[in-house]
């Protein structure tokens, strides 16, 4: 009897906070995707891609807008690891700014991206990807 009462304590204690209101906002602006599809193996080849994003959030007093921009390079190597296709893939200079209407502003280089992918094709348009990556310390600021 005591280890039931105590399940049923923990699910209301639980379930008392799934009646919060959510207060997070999106990563993203509004349209915009999340990226290249990498759940799916791309077909053998080198790929180039840029994911570019400018918005403008409403926030009080003032505006802050964010300008970042993703160069991608990915090579979809032809060789397959436990029947998923092996991909690398770097970004060499991920930059971003981000102003304050009418105040200040900053921007700058982030550090170089590399990692290496094992995509798998699941078929029906399903696609299971795996990534592994790092950031490479950069010396220019």
């Known amino acids: 009897m005591n280890e039931k009462l105590t399940k049923w304590a923990a699910a209301a204690v639980l379930s008392n906070g799934a009646a919060a209101p959510a207060l997070g906002g999106s990563v993203t602006e509004p349209g915009e995707t999340l990226g290249l599809p990498n759940g799916a193996p791309a077909p053998p080849g080198i790929f180039l891609a840029n994911e570019a994003n400018y918005g403008c959030r409403g926030t009080s007093p003032q505006h802050a807008c964010a300008l970042v921009d993703v160069p991608l390079i990915a090579w979809s190597t032809p060789w397959k690891i436990f029947g998923g296709r092996l991909v ?54």
Not at 95 to 123: E, K, M, Q, R, Y
């Open 88 to 141: 690398f893939a770097a970004s060499p200079a991920p930059a971003a700014s981000v102003s304050i209407l009418n105040t200040t502003s900053s921007a700058g280089v982030a550090d170089p991206f590399v990692s290496g992918i094992l995509a798998w094709n699941l078929g029906h348009d399903w696609g299971f990807s795996y990534l592994l990556g790092a950031y490479i310390e950069s010396t220019v600021r």
